[in-house]
């Protein structure tokens, strides 16, 4: 099972202290000053939509978005190109993308913010419904995958995962990790991490 | 783009009708050989357009920074899908739904669509269609086969053809309609999906159905081809029929549609369109886009001769069963409630709730009925609450949904006794607001955020506004709370600003030397009546003043008018000029830039608003006061015409908007040439020469058709004025005047050094 378009959602700490209207300024700067190793388009602003996806910074490869999907905030990476490689690597292609892009964004509110991510808890799910129907087979297909890659990426295996059980939502696990993770590792992975395809 | 095309080619394979298909196999052959460079790129664009698959902004790869304009690095592997525009950038994926009708089925579908394609947004259009925003391309082939299962077609959605064909969302159920529409709807629809006698258009073509006259539901005026439902009594017995209207339409200059038939029987209904579209496809403009719509094919040649055109061709159709088989079974698309009929619950409920039912409800003509509108903001909503929604349908009804041309939703048949549980619902969901088709439920095309051609946001001002009214709007005079505000981001009236109370469209202007987002006020529009009657621009404000612009003109509103007068009468006896009068100073004393910046910038949009570095040449301070001089006269003759018009002294009105072009044409022959007489052949000499002849003043879309409406008016200098040739005179002046600001601001960006005396 191939499992491209993967998702994940890096859920805000607690309450978002910033307004959500000044993600628009700094999605924009991203794309100006071209942030990202991505090619970024344009911002979409849709805070006037209830539960969605908030401010929504449109890629070519990917989006990102400070997504408010189920009623939590939280940096949400969709990855849209396909990626080369295992899926152990699309997951981690997608990991390290969502945490390099929370630390810049916890750097730039810092001072005025402040805006933390959690460290023990995020959400992975793959936006295909034909690749990975949200169904037990596939479950019991991935778990595998999911706890290989979670314990190589987080250097132990003291995590739980959840899945998605709305029958309509797409496949995807809630994971939650006992102790907190290192945000900045786990971007740096990204420079080892698979290569676009 | 996705991985998974090939999974649902196969996996779909036998299970959808055969000639939507075939249709899809066709369009994804095409687009491998567009890839191949097979296929040209000017055929390419259209065919994808005729499948609903339409550009979107920064599609040619350039993309404004805020500080520069960049080329967006895409692969240059792949060729253009049309003229200059990437392959690989995201486009607009336009869904037609024939007069609004889904069903739960569909919603789902379109909530799974939408996340795994777009954004997770479902934007519903003022012509009732879906639409997602940035869709690969590649991935379009996909999207039109989950759609065609659950029978929702993409073709014709765009492109030179038969457009979603419209209709009221309360047909069957409404109380004042002559007869339920729908299956004349569908049937109209299915007819003409496809068919050979209209795949030759050099425009769109855009049907609707009305149930009644009185009512905005349809808006049969403004509509290429309008089906008003008439009943008539003829030997004791009554009869069904249409008042066919054809010729109307918004767009830059909006035209009125004329009567061609004051009762169509049924079995005419779907022969006569094709007869006319017969008749546009063979004698309608192709060359030049502008004047290709059918409204000029008829302003051409009057109605007498168009008629006459159209019946001989009706008479010569070789005789088609489709045209009247659909009547043996009229009723077969009438729907049926959930539930049996009821009355209101009793006992409080919230504020909200209260609110809700003023404005949301309406009675059906079946006793113990209501439909239930579903106001969604900026018409877009997610696709969980899309799911939610399809539950909810189908929990209260029988999935009787309707899109609506104010981006909403109307569920049918609500019994009375679950208004108070469909609200706990739909509230639960994010979809309880209140305020449906008041002057909160702001209507906005979408603009800067995806349109290539958006001058202004559209979008933001409308969310700007929606937010300022939202709890302000209930405490309100009920005379503000009716109004209706429609937002456009540029003169092309998508939002359909020209049939608001109070429209907005998007212009820029020059404010200390930096480009300034505005939006015109557009005054007089009648919404009702089918859209009675259109509004006329009466200044441009800019951007971040319309909210101070909106209060003052609904204050005076409310202060001045007359007993029960609506807001369109109240426009008409005080005179725009008095409204003008009122927001003159918002158009004066701007802030410095360096003082406010973002005075510069549009609604949420950090960016500063211009389209390149602004040369200052040493000559600018000069020539930029002979030209904004010379402007500002040109706009005070144009607003002067319209109050001459408003007098009915159309002579005047006329004369005044020729005047006002004339003035705008010498104000940027000025730039290059400061002799420039008064005579009006000079001006119009020098400036074909320079401006025209040199293209300069071609807009990258609609070319040299702004500088035509000079030549034309030129020509006609001395020719008497009816109402309706001084209306579109002014029209033609206004976008003129826009013409002449967008060149001047395109020249800047280019640095005026480059101005020479003498051509
Ligand atoms: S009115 Fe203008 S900006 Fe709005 S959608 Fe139409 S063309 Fe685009």
């Given at each position: 099972?191939?499992?491209?378009?993967?998702?994940?959602?890096?859920?805000?700490?607690?309450?978002?202290?910033?307004?959500?209207?000044?993600?628009?300024?700094?999605?924009?700067?991203?794309?100006?000053?071209?942030?990202?190793?991505?090619?970024?388009?344009?911002?979409?602003?849709?805070?006037?939509?209830?539960?969605?996806?908030?401010?929504?910074?449109?890629?070519?490869?990917?989006?990102?978005?400070?997504?408010?999907?189920?009623?939590?905030?939280?940096?949400?990476?969709?990855?849209?190109?396909?990626?080369?490689?295992?899926?152990?690597?699309?997951?981690?292609?997608?990991?390290?993308?969502?945490?390099?892009?929370?630390?810049?964004?916890?750097?730039?509110?810092?001072?005025?913010?402040?805006?933390?991510?959690?460290?023990?808890?995020?959400?992975?799910?793959?936006?295909?419904?034909?690749?990975?129907?949200?169904?037990?087979?596939?479950?019991?297909?991935?778990?595998?995958?999911?706890?290989?890659?979670?314990?190589?990426?987080?250097?132990?295996?003291?995590?739980?995962?959840?899945?998605?059980?709305?029958?309509?939502?797409?496949?995807?696990?809630?994971?939650?990790?006992?102790?907190?993770?290192?945000?900045?590792?786990?971007?740096?992975?990204?420079?080892?991490?698979?290569?676009?395809? | 783009?996705?991985?998974?095309?090939?999974?649902?080619?196969?996996?779909?394979?036998?299970?959808?009708?055969?000639?939507?298909?075939?249709?899809?196999?066709?369009?994804?052959?095409?687009?491998?050989?567009?890839?191949?460079?097979?296929?040209?790129?000017?055929?390419?664009?259209?065919?994808?357009?005729?499948?609903?698959?339409?550009?979107?902004?920064?599609?040619?790869?350039?993309?404004?920074?805020?500080?520069?304009?960049?080329?967006?690095?895409?692969?240059?592997?792949?060729?253009?899908?049309?003229?200059?525009?990437?392959?690989?950038?995201?486009?607009?994926?336009?869904?037609?739904?024939?007069?609004?009708?889904?069903?739960?089925?569909?919603?789902?579908?379109?909530?799974?669509?939408?996340?795994?394609?777009?954004?997770?947004?479902?934007?519903?259009?003022?012509?009732?269609?879906?639409?997602?925003?940035?869709?690969?391309?590649?991935?379009?082939?996909?999207?039109?086969?989950?759609?065609?299962?659950?029978?929702?077609?993409?073709?014709?959605?765009?492109?030179?053809?038969?457009?979603?064909?419209?209709?009221?969302?309360?047909?069957?159920?409404?109380?004042?309609?002559?007869?339920?529409?729908?299956?004349?709807?569908?049937?109209?629809?299915?007819?003409?999906?496809?068919?050979?006698?209209?795949?030759?258009?050099?425009?769109?073509?855009?049907?609707?159905?009305?149930?009644?006259?009185?009512?905005?539901?349809?808006?049969?005026?403004?509509?290429?081809?309008?089906?008003?439902?008439?009943?008539?009594?003829?030997?004791?017995?009554?009869?069904?029929?249409?008042?066919?209207?054809?010729?109307?339409?918004?767009?830059?200059?909006?035209?009125?549609?004329?009567?061609?038939?004051?009762?169509?029987?049924?079995?005419?209904?779907?022969?006569?369109?094709?007869?006319?579209?017969?008749?546009?496809?063979?004698?309608?403009?192709?060359?030049?886009?502008?004047?290709?719509?059918?409204?000029?094919?008829?302003?051409?040649?009057?109605?007498?001769?168009?008629?006459?055109?159209?019946?001989?061709?009706?008479?010569?159709?070789?005789?088609?069963?489709?045209?009247?088989?659909?009547?043996?079974?009229?009723?077969?698309?009438?729907?049926?409630?959930?539930?049996?009929?009821?009355?209101?619950?009793?006992?409080?409920?919230?504020?909200?709730?209260?609110?809700?039912?003023?404005?949301?409800?309406?009675?059906?003509?079946?006793?113990?009925?209501?439909?239930?509108?579903?106001?969604?903001?900026?018409?877009?909503?997610?696709?969980?609450?899309?799911?939610?929604?399809?539950?909810?349908?189908?929990?209260?009804?029988?999935?009787?949904?309707?899109?609506?041309?104010?981006q909403n939703f109307v569920m049918r048949w609500v019994s009375?006794?679950?208004?108070?549980?469909?609200?706990?619902?739909?509230?639960?969901?994010?979809?309880?607001?209140?305020?449906?088709?008041?002057?909160?439920?702001?209507?906005?095309?979408?603009?800067?955020?995806?349109?290539?051609?958006?001058?202004?946001?559209?979008?933001?001002?409308?969310?700007?506004?929606?937010?300022?009214?939202?709890?302000?709007?209930?405490?309100?005079?009920?005379?503000?709370?009716?109004?209706?505000?429609?937002?456009?981001?540029?003169?092309?009236?998508?939002?359909?600003?020209?049939?608001?109370?109070?429209?907005?469209?998007?212009?820029?202007?020059?404010?200390?030397?930096?480009?300034?987002?505005?939006?015109?006020?557009?005054?007089?529009?009648?919404?009702?009546?089918?859209?009675?009657?259109?509004?006329?621009?009466?200044?441009?404000?800019?951007?971040?003043?319309?909210?101070?612009?909106?209060?003052?003109?609904?204050?005076?509103?409310?202060?001045?008018?007359?007993?029960?007068?609506?807001?369109?009468?109240?426009?008409?006896?005080?005179?725009?000029?008095?409204?003008?009068?009122?927001?003159?100073?918002?158009?004066?004393?701007?802030?410095?830039?360096?003082?406010?910046?973002?005075?510069?910038?549009?609604?949420?949009?950090?960016?500063?608003?211009?389209?390149?570095?602004?040369?200052?040449?040493?000559?600018?301070?000069?020539?930029?006061?002979?030209?904004?001089?010379?402007?500002?006269?040109?706009?005070?003759?144009?607003?002067?015409?319209?109050?001459?018009?408003?007098?009915s002294d159309f002579q005047k009105a006329g004369k005044g908007?020729?005047?006002?072009?004339?003035?705008?044409?010498?104000?940027?022959?000025?730039?290059?040439?400061?002799?420039?007489?008064?005579?009006?052949?000079?001006?119009?000499?020098?400036?074909?020469?320079?401006?025209?002849?040199?293209?300069?003043?071609?807009?990258?879309?609609?070319?040299?058709?702004?500088?035509?409406?000079?030549?034309?008016?030129?020509?006609?200098?001395?020719?008497a004025f009816t109402s309706e040739s001084a209306r579109f005179?002014?029209?033609?002046?206004?976008?003129?005047?826009?013409?002449?600001?967008?060149?001047?601001?395109?020249?800047?960006?280019?640095?005026?050094?480059?101005?020479?005396?003498?051509?």
């Amino acid at each position: 099972m191939e499992l491209q378009h993967v998702n994940v959602k890096l859920y805000v700490d607690g309450d978002l202290a910033v307004e959500l209207v000044r993600f628009i300024e700094v999605f924009h700067q991203w794309i100006r000053d071209s942030i990202l190793d991505e090619l970024l388009i344009d911002v979409a602003d849709y805070r006037h939509v209830p539960d969605g996806p908030g401010v929504l910074l449109v890629g070519h490869e990917a989006d990102y978005s400070m997504d408010q999907t189920d009623g939590r905030v939280g940096l949400r990476y969709n990855r849209k190109a396909p990626v080369e490689g295992s899926n152990e690597d699309r997951f981690r292609q997608a990991f390290a993308s969502a945490a390099r892009a929370c630390r810049l964004l916890e750097d730039r509110f810092a001072d005025d913010g402040p805006l933390r991510f959690s460290r023990q808890e995020f959400e992975l799910f793959i936006n295909d419904r034909a690749l990975a129907p949200n169904s037990d087979e596939t479950f019991v297909a991935c778990k595998p995958q999911i706890e290989s890659f979670l314990t190589a990426t987080l250097g132990h295996s003291d995590f739980s995962l959840e899945r998605r059980a709305a029958k309509r939502s797409r496949f995807g696990v809630h994971v939650t990790v006992a102790k907190a993770f290192d945000l900045d590792a786990i971007a740096a992975t990204l420079k080892s991490s698979a290569s676009s395809g | 783009m996705k991985a998974s095309n090939i999974l649902w080619k196969q996996r779909l394979d036998g299970k959808l009708p055969a000639p939507l298909a075939e249709e899809i196999d066709t369009f994804e052959t095409e687009i491998e050989l567009r890839r191949q460079d097979k296929l040209g790129e000017v055929i390419f664009a259209e065919t994808r357009l005729r499948r609903g698959v339409y550009g979107q902004r920064y599609d040619n790869g350039q993309r404004y920074d805020g500080v520069e304009t960049r080329t967006l690095a895409y692969s240059t592997d792949v060729p253009t899908k049309g003229v200059n525009t990437v392959w690989d950038a995201p486009g607009m994926m336009r869904i037609k739904i024939p007069y609004g009708g889904v069903n739960p089925e569909q919603l789902e579908l379109m909530a799974d669509v939408a996340e795994e394609y777009s954004d997770a947004i479902v934007h519903i259009t003022t012509r009732q269609d879906f639409q997602l925003h940035f869709v690969h391309i590649d991935d379009t082939p996909t999207l039109m086969r989950r759609l065609a299962s659950v029978g929702i077609t993409t073709r014709e959605a765009c492109g030179n053809s038969v457009r979603n064909i419209t209709g009221c969302p309360y047909a069957g159920v409404c109380p004042d309609e002559s007869f339920d529409v729908t299956p004349y709807a569908h049937a109209l629809t299915q007819f003409l999906l496809g068919h050979p006698d209209i795949q030759n258009f050099g425009r769109k073509f855009k049907p609707t159905f009305s149930g009644c006259a009185q009512h905005s539901c349809g808006l049969t005026a403004m509509h290429d081809l309008g089906y008003t439902a008439v009943t008539r009594v003829v030997a004791g017995k009554e009869q069904r029929g249409f008042q066919f209207l054809v010729g109307g339409g918004l767009g830059a200059v909006p035209y009125q549609a004329k009567v061609f038939d004051e009762f169509l029987p049924p079995e005419e209904v779907l022969p006569m369109a094709q007869a006319v579209s017969r008749v546009f496809a063979r004698y309608g403009e192709k060359k030049n886009r502008s004047r290709a719509r059918i409204k000029f094919l008829i302003k051409n040649w009057g109605m007498e001769k168009f008629k006459a055109e159209v019946l001989a061709e009706r008479s010569k159709l070789p005789h088609d069963p489709r045209w009247t088989e659909f009547l043996t079974d009229i009723d077969g698309l009438t729907e049926t409630p959930l539930k049996p009929p009821g009355d209101f619950p009793s006992g409080n409920g919230s504020t909200g709730y209260h609110r809700w039912v003023k404005t949301n409800l309406r009675e059906q003509r079946q006793a113990g009925y209501v439909t239930a509108t579903v106001a969604l903001p900026l018409g877009d909503l997610t696709s969980n609450q899309l799911r939610d929604l399809a539950d909810i349908a189908r929990k209260f009804t029988k999935g009787t949904l309707r899109t609506t041309v104010e981006q909403n939703f109307v569920m049918r048949w609500v019994s009375k006794a679950d208004v108070g549980a469909l609200y706990e619902a739909l509230n639960a969901a994010g979809l309880g607001d209140a305020g449906a088709s008041n002057i909160v439920d702001i209507v906005a095309c979408p603009g800067t955020d995806t349109c290539k051609l958006g001058i202004s946001s559209s979008r933001g001002l409308a969310s700007e506004l929606r937010s300022r009214l939202a709890e302000k709007s209930f405490e309100m005079d009920q005379a503000l709370q009716d109004l209706h505000i429609k937002v456009s981001g540029c003169f092309n009236s998508c939002g359909q600003h020209h049939v608001a109370d109070i429209g907005f469209f998007g212009v820029s202007r020059i404010v200390n030397g930096y480009q300034v987002p505005h939006f015109q006020v557009v005054l007089g529009g009648q919404w009702e009546e089918n859209a009675g009657s259109y509004g006329l621009p009466i200044i441009p404000i800019p951007s971040k003043r319309i909210p101070d612009a909106l209060d003052r003109i609904t204050d005076h509103y409310l202060r001045m008018r007359q007993k029960d007068e609506r807001f369109a009468q109240f426009v008409g006896r005080v005179g725009k000029a008095q409204i003008r009068q009122l927001l003159v100073d918002l158009t004066q004393n701007a802030p410095e830039h360096d003082q406010d910046p973002t005075f510069y910038t549009d609604w949420f949009d950090p960016r500063e608003y211009s389209t390149g570095d602004i040369g200052k040449g040493e000559c600018a301070g000069e020539v930029v006061t002979a030209f904004q001089f010379e402007m500002t006269t040109a706009e005070r003759l144009v607003f002067e015409a319209q109050v001459s018009l408003e007098a009915s002294d159309f002579q005047k009105a006329g004369k005044g908007a020729y005047d006002s072009m004339i003035r705008a044409a010498k104000a940027i022959v000025l730039i290059q040439y400061d002799d420039v007489s008064n005579d009006p052949d000079e001006i119009v000499d020098e400036f074909r020469e320079r401006y025209y002849d040199t293209k300069k003043i071609f807009d990258p879309y609609a070319g040299g058709k702004f500088a035509n409406y000079l030549f034309a008016a030129h020509k006609n200098a001395t020719k008497a004025f009816t109402s309706e040739s001084a209306r579109f005179t002014i029209e033609e002046a206004q976008l003129f005047i826009e013409a002449i600001h967008s060149c001047y601001n395109r020249m800047r960006a280019e640095g005026l050094s480059q101005s020479t005396q003498g051509a």
